[in-house]
């Protein structure tokens, strides 16, 4: 059983930044696919981002050039930097992995 546990959420001011990390279990986590993805109060599940077990990554057209996805073998970690935030990118954000496991999620506020 795989546990994902995301961390960092919080409130921001518009233009502001926040790093969330996502904390997996096992032991084959550098072969694994991981994802950020966010869910609005009101709108369907969405994702944001995803990097390859060899580093490639993707983002949705809404967060390119502002959010940065990266991972740490080392630590069994998956990170999501996120720059210039926009009240827009309030959401609840979630942690994936290509088993089809998530994480509980982390809340994002962007606010002033």
């Known amino acids: 059983q795989v546990q994902l546990v995301e961390s960092g959420g919080g409130l921001v001011q518009p233009g502001g930044s926040l790093r969330l990390s996502c904390a997996a279990s096992?032991?084959?986590?550098?072969?694994?696919?991981m994802k950020w993805a966010r869910q609005a109060p009101g709108k369907q599940r969405e994702y944001v981002a995803i990097?390859?077990?060899?580093?490639?990554?993707m983002y949705a057209g809404s967060v390119k050039g502002r959010f940065t996805i990266s991972r740490d073998n080392a630590k069994n970690t998956v990170y999501l930097q996120m720059n210039s935030l926009k009240p827009e990118d309030t959401a609840v954000y979630y942690c994936?992995?290509?088993?089809?496991?998530w994480g509980q999620g982390t809340q994002v506020t962007v606010s002033s």
């Open positions: 990097i390859s077990s060899d580093g490639n990554t």
């Open positions: 096992g032991s084959d986590f550098r072969f694994r696919t």
């Open positions: 994936n992995n290509d088993l089809s496991y």
